[in-house]
């Protein structure tokens, strides 16, 4: 059974920061696709980052140059560094593995993140 557990959330001061990790297990984590979520009371899921299999990353404009997605395919697994904190990034963020042909698309349970004085 394919299986995202995302960890790492809590509460932090604004400028501080936070590092998210999402343990794989059940498939072959080096091939996919993956990409962080996060959802905010009384908004839209939104994307963050993404990472390829090659390790090509792609960011949302809101976050650039705050955090930083990686990967550690030996660990099977997928990491959100998040730095300088606002409040606008409180939110339950999710770890989801991209479908492939044969393969459907996975998420995990999420974690939270609040970011307050």
């Known amino acids: 059974q394919v299986q995202l557990v995302e960890s790492g959330g809590g509460l932090v001061q604004p400028g501080g920061s936070l590092r998210l990790s999402c343990a794989a297990s059940?498939?072959?984590?080096?091939?996919?696709?993956m990409t962080w979520y996060r959802q905010a009371p009384g908004k839209q899921r939104e994307l963050v980052a993404r990472?390829?299999?090659?390790?090509?990353?792609y960011y949302a404009d809101s976050v650039k140059g705050r955090f930083t997605i990686s990967r550690d395919n030996a660990k099977s697994t997928l990491y959100l560094q998040m730095n300088s904190l606002k409040p606008e990034d409180t939110a339950v963020y999710y770890c989801?593995?991209?479908?492939?042909?044969?393969?459907?698309?996975?998420w995990g349970q999420g974690t939270q993140v609040t970011v307050s004085s």
């Open positions: 059940g498939g072959i984590f080096s091939i996919y696709t």
């Open positions: 990472i390829t299999s090659e390790g090509t990353t």
């Open positions: 989801n593995r991209a479908p492939r042909l044969d393969t459907s698309e996975v």
